[in-house]
C-alpha cells in the first residue's frame, strides 16, 4: 500500500487545536494497527523557534536529535507512539534558507526562482523526506490559519501534492470555529463557512471538517454545515470542549472521523482499540487524592510556555491516581514579596528551566524556602542551576556565589559556560542539545526512580554546574547522584537529610507520556502526597493536642 498523507489546515482564528486534533487523529489510526508519523509546518520565517520568546511562541520542544521545535511536536509523541525528529518540524525560514542557498550555489542553472515552482517543490520535498515504506499515513498540520499571506506557499503546496500523488492518496481536514452566541442561544456557522469559502478560493476541498465547539452538533447543523461548505454530513465532526486533552482522541472516535478517514483512504484497517486510552482518562476523571504543586517560573504569564512540563505533572498525577493542582507564581513576584506569602500551601516546589537573569532571586528564595521546610523539590535546567547557586550561598558559605550568566564578575561562578564556549557570545546554536546519557549513583532518589543506573535524557542548555566547586559541595551535604560517563558534567544532585530534594540539568517531561509517565514525575507527586498526608496528620495532632490542653485547663 502506497503511504498516504493526511493534512491538517485551520481557520478563522488560531489555537483552535489543530496540534492536538492532529495528534488525536495519530492516535487513533495507531488504535486501528497503521504505522504513522506527523509533520508540522510553521509558515513564520525564523529558522526555528529557538530563540523565539516564549511569551510569543511558548515552549520549544527539543527532540532527540536535538532539533528545537514547535510544542506540537510534544503533542505528537504524547498521543502517539512516534519519536519526533528534525525532520517532523520545517518552518518557512528553513524552506528559504534551503531555497536560497541552492541559488547561490547555482543548483538552478541561472533560473529565475520563484515562489512556484521552487518554494512549493521544496515543501513537497520535505513531506517527502518523512515518507517510508513501513509508514502507512503521514499527518501533515500546516500552522497558522488560512488566509494568513505567510500560509500561502505551504496551502499551494499541499494543492499540488493531491495532484501529485493521486486523490485516494490525500485527504485535507480543515478545523474551524462554530461559536455559540449566548445572547441568541445560538450556534453560528458562518465563520466556518467562510473559512471553508477561502480554502476553495486557493483550490482546496476538505474532505473532512472539524468544528471546534462547546457541544455536540445537532444533525441540524451539521446539514446546514454540509450544504454550503460542500462536504458529506457524516464528513462534519464536532471537535468538542473537554475537560482534559486526553479526551479528544475519544471525542473525535465517537464522531466516528477514524473510520471517515480509512473509508477515504481506502485503507483496510481493525476497528479501533482504545481501551488503555479510555483507562487514562477514568484515572484522570476519578482520582483517589489531590496535590497541589507550586510551579516557580518567569513565564506563568502563558502556560503553553510550561506546555509538556504540565503535561508530565499531571502524567505523574495518572501514575499516583492523584489530580494535580497546578499553581503558576510569578518569581518575581515572590523575589518581591518573599516565599511564605506565594508557597504556605504547596505540597511540592518546582523551579523550571528558563533563559535569563529576570526573577532568578525569586527563583532561589523559593529553593530555600522548600530546603528549609522539607517540601519536596524539583529542580529543572535552570532550576537545578537556581538549587545550586541557593545551596552555596546559604548552606557552602559562598555569599556572592551566582551563574557567570547573571554575574560575570561573581567571585564564586558556581554555574559556569559549557567547556571550552568561554567568549561565546552568539545566542543561536551553541547549546548542548538533544539526548545524553546520564549515569546514577545507586544511593540516591534517582535511582529509586529510575530503577536504572543508566538514563538517557534530552538537554536544552549552555551553562553547567562548576565541578571546581564539587568537593566543597559534597562536604555540606550536596550529593551529585547523575553525572556524564566520565565525570566532567553533572546532571543530578540532591541533598542529605532533605525528604525529596531533586534537581536535574536535562528536561524529563519531554519524555513523559500519559501511558508511560516519566519516573522522576511520578516519584515527584509520590513524594508530594506523602508530604502532605505528614502535614494532615500533624496539624490533627496538634489541633487534638490544643483540645485536651484545654479540656485539662
Known sequence: MATKCIFVTGGVVSSLGK???????????????????????????????????????????????????????????????????????????????????????????GGTVQVVPHITNEIKEAVLRIFRDDLDVVI??????????ESLPFLEAIRQFRKDRGADNVIYIHLTLVPHIAAADELKTKPTQHSVNKLREIGIQPDILLCR????????????????????????????????????????????????????????????????????????????????????????????????????????????ETAVKLNWIDAERVEAEGAEIHLSDANGILVPGGFGNRGTEGKVESIRWARENGIPFLGICLGMQCAVIEFARN????????????????????IDLLPGQSGIKEKGGTMRLGHY??????????????????????????????????ERFEKYG???????????????????????????????????????????????????????NTKLKIDREDDLDFANREIGG
Request: aromatic share 10%; hydrophobic share 35%.
Open 19 to 109: 496540534g492536538l486534533a492532529s495528534a488525536s487523529i495519530g492516535c487513533l489510526l495507531e488504535s486501528r494497527g497503521l504505522r504513522v508519523t506527523l509533520l508540522k509546518f510553521d509558515p513564520y520565517i525564523n529558522v526555528d523557534p529557538g530563540t523565539m520568546s516564549p511569551f510569543q511562541h511558548g515552549e520549544v520542544y527539543v527532540t532527540y536529535d536535538g532539533a528545537e521545535t514547535d510544542l506540537d511536536l510534544g503533542h505528537y509523541e504524547r498521543f502517539t507512539h512516534v519519536q519526533m525528529s528534525k525532520l517532523n518540524n520545517v518552518t518557512a525560514g528553513k524552506i528559504y534558507y534551503t531555497v536560497i542557498s541552492k541559488e547561490r550555489r547555482g543548483d538552478y542553472l
Open 395 to 414: 548552606v557552602a558559605g559562598l555569599t556572592e556565589a551566582n551563574s557567570s550568566e547573571f554575574d560575570l564578575r561573581t567571585p564564586h561562578p558556581v
Open 478 to 532: 550536596m550529593k551529585i547522584t547523575g553525572e556524564s560517563q566520565d565525570g566532567a558534567l553533572v546532571e543530578i544532585v540532591e541533598l542529605k537529610g532533605h525528604p525529596w530534594f531533586f534537581a536535574c540539568q536535562f528536561h524529563p517531561e519531554l519524555q513523559s507520556r500519559p501511558m508511560s509517565p516519566h519516573p522522576v514525575f511520578c516519584d515527584f507527586i509520590k513524594a508530594a502526597l506523602e508530604h502532605k
Open 140 to 149: 501533515v498540520e500546516v500552522g497558522g490559519t488560512v488566509g494568513d499571506i
Open 213 to 320: 465547539t462547546d457541544r455536540f452538533l445537532t444533525p441540524e447543523i451539521k446539514a446546514k454545515i454540509s450544504l454550503f461548505c460542500n462536504v458529506s454530513p457524516e464528513a462534519v465532526i464536532t471537535a468538542k470542549d473537554v475537560e482534559s486533552i486526553y479526551e479528544v482522541p475519544l471525542v473525535l472516535h465517537r464522531e466516528g472521523i477514524d473510520r471517515i478517514i480509512v473509508e477515504l483512504l481506502r485503507i483496510d484497517a481493525p476497528e479501533c482499540n482504545l481501551e488503555e486510552w479510555e483507562g487514562i482518562v477514568s484515572k484522570i476523571k476519578n482520582p483517589k487524592h489531590t496535590v497541589n504543586i507550586s510551579i516557580v517560573g518567569k513565564y506563568v504569564n502563558l502556560k503553553d510556555s510550561y506546555k509538556s512540563l504540565g503535561e508530565a505533572l499531571h502524567h505523574g498525577g495518572i501514575a499516583n
Open 437 to 470: 546519557p546520564c549515569y546514577i549513583s545507586k544511593d540516591s532518589i534517582a535511582f529509586n526512580a529510575y530503577k536504572s543506573l543508566v538514563a538517557l535524557e534530552r538537554h536544552r542548555h549552555r551553562y553547567e554546574f562548576n565541578t571546581s566547586y564539587r
